[in-house]
Nanobody
Framework: QVRLVESGGGLAQAGDSLRLSCAAS????????MGWFRQAPGKEREFVAA????????YYVDSVKGRFTISRDNAKNTVYLQMNGLKPEDTAVYYC?????????????????WGQGTQVTVSS
């Protein structure tokens, strides 16, 4: 059974940086892409970033391009989200997600496994 555990959220001020981590277990981590999603209060969950199994393909939602960096360490079964230049609109619960498919870059609906989420709150 796939298990994802996020850490690293917290309170930040606008312009600050935070790094989220997600430790995965339950299957061969290096065979699958990984993703980060977020859900702000009163809004639907949205895609933030994804990284292919080798790290060679990366995709970001436009609103975080140039500020967030997704990376992975296959030896540690961990995916990261480095968030720089945080803005109040980045406030959300951030979820690590793993797909059910081994596609190089899965579609959002193919993410079947989710962590418990970690709160990121950015004040102005």
């Amino acid at each position: 059974q796939v298990r994802l555990v996020e850490s690293g959220g917290g309170l930040a001020q606008a312009g600050d940086s935070l790094r989220l981590s997600c430790a995965a277990s339950g299957r061969t981590f290096s065979r699958y892409a990984m993703g980060w999603f977020r859900q702000a209060p009163g809004k639907e969950r949205e895609f933030v970033a994804a990284i292919s199994r080798s790290g060679g393909n990366i995709y970001y939602v436009d609103s975080v391009k140039g500020r967030f960096t997704i990376s992975r360490d296959n030896a540690k079964n961990t995916v990261y989200l480095q968030m720089n230049g945080l803005k109040p609109e980045d406030t959300a619960v951030y979820y690590c997600a793993a797909p059910s498919t081994t596609a190089i870059m899965p579609m959002s609906y193919e993410y079947a496994y989710w962590g418990q989420g970690t709160q990121v709150t950015v004040s102005s």
